[in-house]
C-alpha cells in the first residue's frame, strides 16, 4: 500500500538552529513528492514540490528538500530557523501522472523557541 | 482570484443531523479533493473528483457524498453525522497534475 511516513512527531529548535525533518514514502513506480506547511489556525500552503531533474529543490522562506531514490526519501531542510517558522509541516505523495490521489504524512509539529 | 473557498468555517452538529460543507474555486482547475484533519494521523482523503460529472471514493468515504456538477463547486454531504466525523475539513483543488492549492477549512464538531 502506498504510504508516507515522517518519523519524527515533535521537534523543538532554539532560533537559528538548523533543521532537517525526515520523510520516507513507500510507492510503487515514479512518484512526485511535496513538502506542506501549516501555520496555527491557518490551511496548508505549499513550500516545495519535486517532479523531475535536480534532486535537490528549493522552496519559498529558505527550505530546501533533496530527493534520494535510493533511501525513498524526501527530508526538508532548513539551514538557521526562525521563531516563525513554528508550524506543522506534512510531507505527502502521489504518484506521477495522478492528480487527486495525494496521500500524506502524519505531519512534524515544529516549535522554535526564542 | 479568491483561490478555493470554503464555508462554513465553523459549525456543530448534532448526532443524526445533516448538513452540506460547501467548496468553491475560481482557478477553473478540473481536480478537487476534500481530506478531513485529525490529530496525528495528517490528511485523509475522503473522495474526489476529476472534472464535472466525475467523483470517486478516497481513502475514508463512509459516511460521505458529493458531486461535481460544475467546475468550480464540490460540495461535501454529511448523510447523518456521528461523532467520529468530528474533524476540521479542508477542500483543494488543481490543476492537471500539479500540486493541490487548499482551502482554509471547515472545523465541524458533532455532539
Known amino acids: 500500500a502506498q504510504s508516507v511516513s515522517q518519523h519524527n512527531h515533535h521537534v523543538i529548535l532554539s532560533e537559528a538552529a538548523s533543521l532537517e525533518l525526515g520523510c520516507n514514502y513507500s510507492y510503487g513506480g515514479t512518484v512526485n513528492l511535496f513538502w506542506y506547511v501549516q501555520y496555527p489556525g491557518q490551511h496548508l500552503q505549499l513550500l516545495l514540490k519535486?517532479?523531475?531533474?535536480?534532486?535537490l529543490v528549493k522552496g519559498i522562506k529558505g527550505f530546501e528538500a533533496e530527493f534520494i531514490k535510493s533511501k525513498f526519501s524526501f527530508n526538508l531542510r532548513k539551514p538557521s530557523v526562525q521563531w516563525s517558522d513554528t508550524a506543522e509541516y506534512f510531507c505527502a505523495a502521489k504518484n506521477t501522472g495522478t492528480a487527486s490521489k495525494l496521500t500524506f504524512g502524519t505531519g512534524t509539529r515544529l516549535q522554535v523557541t526564542l | 482570484n479568491a483561490g478555493v473557498t470554503q464555508t462554513p468555517k465553523f459549525q456543530v452538529l448534532k448526532t443524526g443531523q445533516s448538513m452540506t460543507l460547501q467548496c468553491a474555486q475560481d482557478m477553473n482547475h478540473e481536480y478537487m479533493s476534500w481530506y478531513r484533519q485529525d490529530p496525528g494521523m495528517g490528511l485523509r482523503l475522503i473522495h474526489y473528483s476529476v472534472g464535472a460529472g466525475i467523483t470517486d471514493q478516497g481513502e475514508v468515504p463512509n459516511g460521505y457524498n458529493v458531486s461535481r456538477s460544475t467546475t468550480e463547486d464540490f460540495p461535501l454531504r454529511l448523510l447523518s453525522a456521528a461523532p467520529s466525523q468530528t474533524s476540521v475539513y479542508f477542500c483543494a483543488s488543481s490543476k492537471g497534475y500539479n500540486e493541490q492549492f487548499f482551502g482554509p477549512g471547515t472545523r465541524l464538531t458533532v455532539l
Open positions: 519535486y517532479f523531475s531533474g535536480d534532486p
